[in-house]
């Protein structure tokens, strides 16, 4: 397994971890716990699915093909 691909199963299951822990902290009663809780966790679940997502992206691109240029003139 090279390393992208490990890298993206791991953000894959930190999110998983981070979302597991959100559902948790969720149904504790409200507190400053619970809210600092809730709000790590919410966190660290999206910044693991957005690098996770990025990773997707740049993996997902076929080979050879250029990326568009939006402000470009064709």
């Known amino acids: 397994m ?3 691909s490990r890298n993206f199963w791991i953000l894959v299951a930190a999110t998983v971890l981070a979302v597991g822990g959100l559902s948790t902290a969720l149904r504790e009663p409200s507190g400053p716990v619970a ?3 809730t709000a790590v966790s ?4 999206l910044v693991s699915m957005t690098l996770a997502g990025r990773i997707l992206v740049v993996v997902g ?3 050879g093909r ?3 240029n939006r402000g470009a003139l064709r």
């Open 42 to 45: 919410a966190l660290a679940a």
């Open 2 to 4: 090279d390393r992208v």
């Open 61 to 63: 691109r076929r080979p």
């Open 35 to 37: 809210g600092t809780v």
């Open 66 to 68: 250029k990326a568009r």
